[in-house]
């Protein structure tokens, strides 16, 4: 049987001035920059990989019809005019409001047809926004310094949660590489997982779709079975939803 196929968004975005194109190439000019590191953890997990570049609003659904899954990657802040706040926070990095767009527009309409979402980082955040929540524009203390593979703090998961299900624990070791977090949730949303300063770190929906994320790079702990379980989790919805989309279609 053929393998799922997870789109994954390249939510990292390169300015122009800061390529250093060929003398032969094109001249500078965006581009987008995505770690192999979630192409391999889906892989690993079982499915295929596509890269989704954040183009025009119009290609999202034609681009869901083809996709079983979506991974919505770390990256830069979301701006806060996309979940209705005007004071921007001095400490507030980079933002790209097209990209944010394009994202917030994937992740909602993927959540309406039932696509299996799986959040990691900017992603959690991007599935609070999606569904009217907003967040907290700055946080100290989430940025460690150490190796995306070396683990800082602890989470608590809560029981029964199907985050706890799915990772198989409910206290995790993870990496943290934030200063921004879900602050209000958003409609059907719950917490479920929470650093030791009560930081939300983990959310998932109320309904049956797989709509879920974390606040940790789980892409780069996924030798350790409890955080490769979610790309497993993703992948396993993937093939379900795939298999159910067929049977409609017969």
Do not use: K
Request: hydrophobic share 35%; charged share 25%.
């Amino acid at each position: 049987m053929s393998r799922p196929l997870i789109g994954v968004t390249t939510s990292e975005v390169r300015l122009a001035e800061h390529t250093d194109p060929l003398p032969e190439g094109d001249p500078p000019q965006r581009e987008m920059a995505l770690g192999m590191v979630y192409m391999r953890s889906i892989e690993r997990a079982g499915g295929i990989p596509v890269v989704l570049p954040p183009l025009g609003h119009d290609t999202i659904a034609p681009t869901l019809e083809r996709l079983d899954g979506v991974c919505l990657s770390g990256g830069p802040d979301i701006d806060p005019h996309g979940y209705g706040e005007e004071e921007r926070d001095p400490q507030l990095g980079t933002t790209e409001p097209t990209l944010d767009g394009y994202e917030l527009a994937l992740a909602q309409l993927a959540d309406a047809r039932g696509v299996p979402v799986l959040g990691i980082c900017r992603g959690v955040q991007t599935l609070n926004v999606a569904r009217g929540g907003t967040l907290h524009q700055h946080l100290e203390g989430h940025r460690q310094t150490e190796a995306g593979r070396i683990t800082t703090h602890s989470v608590r998961i809560e029981p029964g949660s199907r985050l706890a299900r799915v990772m198989g624990v409910t206290e995790a070791d993870v990496n943290s590489f934030h200063h921004q977090a879900a602050d209000r949730l958003g409609q059907g949303l719950r917490a479920v997982a929470w650093a030791p300063d009560g930081l939300v770190e983990g959310i998932e929906s109320d309904g049956d779709a797989f709509y879920l994320g974390v606040q940790w790079h789980a892409e780069s702990l996924v030798d350790r079975a409890e955080h490769c379980a979610l790309f497993r989790e993703l992948v396993a919805e993937a093939d379900a939803w795939r298999a159910a989309r067929e049977r409609r279609a017969a």
